[in-house]
């Protein structure tokens, strides 16, 4: 079992490793508009973009200016989205003659794919039309995740460029990561899934008689377009309710190894990115390996959690060890095909980036199994994180370990030579202030009011993790559920979409006020006295800020759900 | 070097009045300068509201509320004690100061006429006579005379120093008394902004503004702040969610421990302790920026006349042409010195008494005549019993020889060069037409200044030489000091540039200047030192005063700033580390009733939930006057690279922060049980 454990994470592991250098150092130069192997093919298009917009691909953008175009490009995408979801009976590609979504639910979902979240308080096949599968929601697969990027290198340019008043253009940003990034990787992507039997088409859906005489309904459709664009966004949002899990979406090990691959790649391709183009590749390694840190305690907490099964049961004489026939462990709510190990790992990875994905239902985890996906959320989606998100995310908290622990080299504190200060801080701070609060204050709310309690469906702290859960995905833009929940109600659709809205686009201007500042600062030259924050020391110190600022936060909340639920399932109690 | 007394840390005096301070400091309105302290006293204020609502409905509680808001407001009073201590021992300083400024009468020259008025009524421009025995009224420039001053009330040296007009030795401060002859003395500070009562107003921090760093961490602390009230107030609903309704004394006292009391309540104290450290070395700090820039200084300016080298170069050897004895040399050497004044004069009679037991000789019944040194002819000499004996620079003496007729020894060259490139100044001796030899003259290094230049190097920090010498000469100076580099023929511009190029590349820039040309690079440089003795130009270009004139403080003044922000972060970093602890104490304690599962979560084995609260509350208050002294003196700051005090502060305050407190709620808790407190 260990090595079975070991050989699986390990090699996932090894491949992100791998795969995220090349892919973040052609990142880099894709947008530091340098040459690249796909320019002959996409300069035109590229340039036949800009025209037809009439975007000046020269002109460079101050943090403020960056921020509008991204808030205006994302209102507008979000209100389209909207208004396809409730015409859709209307539209063409609907051969199940789908009717319109109703308006509270329509604008969960736009706020939902707009934020990059996916949260989905509907069954895909049974409430969205062909049509709004691909050009809305897709679209939004494509986009939400290339505003994510374009953030993201706006604030890397922000920590390198000196004297700077501009962090490039949004519009370009925005056309290179879809163009150079998204595009390619999906179209291979997808082409590999149909390989493995990832359905692509737009037929009506087939009624079957099953042997036993049944009648039964196979949903199908553009799935796997949909699927590979889900995961290399970070978005998560399933094509089918059952998400990852549904044989459709991920049929084999092979796809699903591939799969969670395609979900770190981008995030952790940006890490390098960001060394690069700082101009000194281990300051993209220090990043890249504190986040490798957290998420192998995860996996591992996961792991050992889920394969360690149920008190209970162990009690009641049922054989919960892995042997030659079966997994053991704790498999309620997971696919026989992913096991133990392949359920766990996969529900780390999306929860680390905030893909949301799922191939197993978290809400059927241990106590500390399903605590793993929730702390990894509260840690702010950092951990390699969604696609550039995580990065900026990230980079936030560098300069809170810098500013908490940098004073105590004797200098005022300094990341990559720009000095931090109370302007800085202020941003900084805004920015980690606006998640909790996102999370706790409605939360709190939730669970005393009426329609809040309505929603949940097991009593006890079961209940409470139920709605912890909710606010702190949302708040993540993660999209993963602790499934129990009914979140389809007016007061979670209304509640949970501005949740979402705020996750998003409250923290992306403070964050790029932040680059902005930084960007203007001349930058000092690193002397044996400058704190460094290449090494294994920063390393160290960055991981133990990030996880003390979480746990901070968040344990008391954790006490009352996952922690009692488990204490009490020690006890002999479940809930 | 006399380092002012640093007071005893708890001087009886200074607690005493400390703790009067700390009382006046309750005021909401001096408290809401500092978020974090504000929160711990508005909630005390409310603890105390539901103790007298529970008090009058006749609660079985009263005792645990009671004992919460006492700790509490003692955790408002700790931080105020600290504050107070620090302002007290800078009081206790500008007391001492006061003492000086007594109400002297002046002599002020008007239209010609010499009247006495009262030193408080002149202004800047007013001219005024100060006589032996007399105290200086104000801080000034000298426009005429010299006057030895005692300067003891300053810069507590009672040796006396030399002021006089023009030159770089003109300032003089109020407050300090002419022991000899007398001055005429330009005033040129108002009553109010002079240097003693900018002096008073900086060690008490009565101006005291917060410095950047100061200001950022404050944003810092104030945010951990508001998340930590979220999560309280989040917290209730959570609890009721679980059927356990919180009481608002538990809440608080959850925020209390929660919130970085520690480094909030100390933050003040550290800054005023750093600025007051830097009084103890006799240095004057304008503003608390410049000791924070202190401390992030990337390249050091030294000039090397007086601050690498002794003052003078010295004789340190006599090398004789081939043809004459080192006795005669010496002789001829030591005869055209005699009249030298110059330390480089005086430095060869004595080297010539020293190895060839030469004695000075009484010239005037000789009938001696002395030509004396001009940059003209850059020799000089004496005619003396019809010898022509002249010493000098190479090319001049050379010169001089020829025009005598004589012929110039092959071997002058190759010596004269050895000791340019060695550093040294070759002086070349002539008697008429005879080249008789070389003096050696060496820069004499500072003891000890080459294992400084390595402390400072590990510290980080870059030190550039600045001297007029050749480049040869630098070069060999620089190399035999330790510094990194050097600038040769500079000029006072030269200066200027290096610091605006070195600014240019993002660095911080320190340096030291005492003469009126110094002043405009001074005013350049991040953090400028000027000499006490040196000019007003350069008092008041500068960003700190050094009264004891020693060029090579600057090393302990970039130690201050470093330790001043060291300090700020051991002990922001110790108090969030601490909270890890008191979550382990708290959470437990408070849902013992809805979750009892929770209480393996009480590993400390507290014994009653109410202990466990109020052991946190204490340990939090406790910790605040535990670390006064930490502030006051500052973590000890150790040269060593970047990472390695990291790794180590790390793991002290760090690491050291997460365990400490759990031993002492321990602790605390046992003492409360046995006390049967709770």
Redesign the interface.
């Known amino acids: 079992m260990l090595i079975n454990a070991l050989i699986q994470v390990g090699i996932f592991a090894a491949l992100v490793t791998i795969i995220s250098v090349p892919l973040g150092l052609y990142m880099a130069r894709v947008f530091s508009g340098e040459q690249t192997f796909l320019d002959p093919i996409l300069r035109p298009l590229e340039r036949l973009l800009y025209r037809l917009a009439g975007v000046h691909p020269d002109r460079e953008q101050g943090w403020a200016e960056y921020a509008v175009s991204m808030l205006l490009f994302s209102g507008v995408g979000m209100v389209l989205l909207y208004a396809i979801e409730r015409l859709q009976l209307f539209l063409p590609l609907n051969p199940q003659h789908l009717s319109a979504v109703p308006s509270d639910l329509a604008f969960n979902t736009a706020a939902s794919f707009t934020s990059n979240t996916n949260w989905q308080a509907y069954a895909g096949e049974t409430t969205m039309s062909y049509l709004t599968q691909m050009a809305g929601l897709a679209f939004h697969n494509f986009v939400s995740a290339a505003t994510g990027i374009a953030v993201a290198i706006a604030v890397i340019r922000g920590f390198v460029r000196?004297n700077a008043s501009t962090l490039g253009n949004f519009w370009v940003d925005l056309t290179r990561a879809v163009l150079w990034i998204l595009l390619p990787l999906s179209i291979v992507g997808a082409l590999v899934l149909i390989w493995q039997g990832v359905p692509q088409n737009f037929s009506p859906y087939t009624q079957v008689t099953t042997l036993e005489g049944a009648h039964q309904v196979i949903a199908q459709g553009p799935v796997a377009s949909q699927e590979i664009i889900k995961q290399l966004g970070t978005n998560g949002g399933g094509f089918f309710n059952a998400n990852s899990a549904h044989p459709y979406e991920n049929p084999n090990p092979l796809t699903n190894l591939l799969e969670m691959l395609a979900i770190f790649a981008i995030a952790a391709g940006l890490t390098h990115t960001f060394g690069q183009m700082a101009g000194d590749r281990r300051q993209g390694w220090a990043l890249f390996a504190a986040m490798a840190i957290l998420f192998l305690i995860g996996t591992t907490a996961a792991i050992w959690a889920e394969q360690k099964g149920n008190p209970q049961f162990a009690a009641m004489g049922v054989d919960q060890h892995a042997s030659a026939l079966q997994s053991g462990g704790n498999m309620e709510g997971k696919e026989v095909r992913f096991g133990i190990v392949n359920s766990a790992l996969w529900a780390t990875v999306t929860t680390d980036a905030s893909c949301g994905a799922v191939n197993s239902m978290h809400d059927s985890f241990t106590p500390l199994g399903g605590l793993v996906p929730l702390v990894n959320m509260q840690i702010g989606e950092i951990i390699f994180g969604g696609v550039g998100s995580g990065l900026y995310g990230m980079l936030v908290m560098a300069v809170?370990a810098v500013?908490?622990?940098?004073?105590?080299?004797?200098?005022?504190?300094e990341y990559l030579?720009k000095k931090?200060?109370?302007r800085?801080?202020?941003l900084a701070?805004?920015f980690?202030?606006i998640f909790?609060?996102l999370i706790?204050?409605p939360?709190?709310?939730a669970?005393?009011i009426k329609p809040g309690l309505a929603g949940i469906s097991n009593p006890?702290?079961h209940g409470?993790s139920q709605i912890l859960y909710a606010f702190t995905e949302a708040a993540a833009n993660n999209g993963s559920a602790f499934a129990g929940l009914n979140a389809n109600s007016m007061f979670y659709n209304v509640a949970l979409a501005i949740i979402m809205l705020g996750g998003r686009f409250l923290m992306k201007v403070p964050v790029l006020a932040l680059a902005g500042s930084l960007a203007g600062k001349?930058?000092?030259?690193p002397?044996?006295?400058?704190?460094?924050t290449g090494?294994v020391?920063f390393v160290?110190?960055l991981t133990?800020v990030i996880l003390?600022v979480a746990?901070?936060?968040f344990?008391?909340?954790d006490?009352?759900g996952p922690?009692?639920e488990h204490?009490?399932m020690v006890?002999h109690q479940l809930f | 070097m006399p380092e002012r007394k640093a007071t005893a840390l708890w001087d009886r005096n200074i607690v005493n009045g400390a703790l009067r301070d700390s009382i006046r400091k309750f005021d909401p309105r001096i408290q809401a300068r500092n978020p974090v302290m504000f929160v711990v006293e508005v909630t005390a204020a409310a603890v105390t509201v539901i103790l007298l609502r529970d008090v009058i409905a006749g609660s079985k509680l009263i005792g645990f509320e009671l004992q919460i808001a006492i700790w509490l407001w003692f955790t408002v009073g700790f931080a105020n004690f600290a504050e107070a201590m620090a302002e007290g021992r800078g009081k206790a300083q500008a007391d001492n100061l006061r003492r000086t400024r007594t109400e002297t009468q002046a002599r002020q020259i008007k239209e010609g006429r010499e009247i006495m008025v009262p030193a408080t009524s002149l202004r800047r421009g007013d001219v005024v006579l100060v006589k032996a025995g007399e105290v200086i009224p104000g801080d000034g420039e000298v426009i005429e005379g010299v006057a030895a001053v005692n300067e003891a009330a300053i810069t507590g040296e009672s040796a006396p120093v030399i002021r006089e007009s023009g030159g770089d030795r003109s300032a003089v401060t109020g407050g300090t008394t002419v022991i000899s002859d007398w001055i005429k003395v330009r005033i040129t500070a108002n009553p109010g902004e002079t240097f003693l009562d900018r002096m008073i107003s900086l060690v008490e921090g009565a101006k005291r503004q917060k410095t950047p760093n100061e200001i950022a961490l404050s944003i810092l602390l104030a945010g951990l702040t508001i998340i930590f009230m979220l999560v309280c107030v989040s917290l209730y609903p959570f609890a009721l969610y679980g059927g356990t309704p919180l009481s608002l004394p538990v809440l608080v006292a959850l925020l209390v421990c929660l919130i970085p009391t520690t480094i909030g309540g100390l933050l003040s104290a550290i800054g005023i302790a750093g600025m007051d450290r830097l009084v103890q070395h006799n240095v004057l700090a304008m503003s608390g920026r410049a000791v924070e820039a202190a401390g992030d200084v990337d390249t050091l300016l030294l000039d090397k006349t007086g601050t690498i080298t002794l003052g003078n170069r010295m004789a340190s050897e006599f090398i004789a042409t081939l043809e004459v004895s080192l006795e005669e040399l010496a002789d001829a050497a030591q005869l055209a010195s005699l009249a030298d004044e110059t330390p480089e004069g005086r430095s060869i009679v004595v080297l010539a008494k020293r190895n060839y037991n030469l004695r000075g000789r009484e010239l005037a019944e000789k009938d001696a005549q002395f030509i004396p040194f001009s940059a003209q002819t850059r020799m000089s000499g004496v005619d003396v019993g019809g010898r022509r004996i002249r010493k000098g620079a190479a090319d001049q003496v050379v010169k001089f020889a020829r025009d005598n007729g004589g012929a110039i020894p092959a071997e002058l060259a190759p010596i004269v060069e050895r000791i340019s490139r060695s550093g040294g100044t070759p002086l070349v001796v002539a008697d008429g037409p005879r080249i008789l030899g070389v003096i050696h003259l060496k820069d004499v290094i500072k003891e000890g200044i080459r294992e400084r230049f390595a402390r400072l190097r590990a510290m980080g920090l870059r030190t550039v030489m600045i001297t007029g010498d050749n480049p040869l000469t630098a070069a060999a100076i620089a190399n035999e000091a330790g510094v990194d580099d050097f600038r040769a023929e500079a000029t006072p511009e030269t200066k200027l540039q290096l610091i605006r190029d070195e600014q240019a590349q993002g660095k911080l820039v320190a340096m030291i200047g005492d003469g009126t040309n110094d002043a405009p690079a001074l005013a350049q440089a991040d953090v400028g030192i000027a000499m006490n003795a040196g000019t007003q130009a350069a008092r008041e270009a500068g960003n700190m005063v050094d009264l004891d004139s020693n060029p090579t403080k600057i090393m302990e003044v970039v130690e201050i700033g470093k330790q001043l922000l060291i300090t700020r972060g051991a002990l922001t970093t110790f108090s969030i580390a601490n909270d890890v602890a008191k979550y382990f104490a708290i959470i437990p304690a408070l849902f013992v009733i809805g979750y009892p599962e929770l209480q393996s979560l009480n590993i400390m084995h507290l014994a009653t939930p109410q202990s466990a609260i109020l052991s946190a509350v204490i340990f939090n208050a406790l910790i605040i006057v535990a670390l006064i002294p930490l502030a006051l003196r500052g973590v000890k700051y150790r040269p060593l690279g970047a990472a390695s005090i990291l790794s180590r502060n790390l793991l002290i305050y760090g690491l050291g922060g997460v365990i400490i407190p759990f031993i002492g709620i321990k602790a605390i808790d046992l003492i409360i049980s046995a006390l049967q407190l709770a």
């Open positions: 000196r809170m500013f908490i622990a940098g004073l105590m080299v004797g200098r005022t504190p030579g931090i200060e109370s800085e801080m202020k701070m805004l980690i202030l909790p609060a706790l204050i939360a709190g709310i669970v005393v006890g702290p409470f001349r930058t000092v030259p002397s044996a006295g400058t704190f460094p090494g020391v160290v110190l133990a003390i746990a901070l936060t344990f008391p909340a006490a009352l922690i009692v204490l009490a006890q």
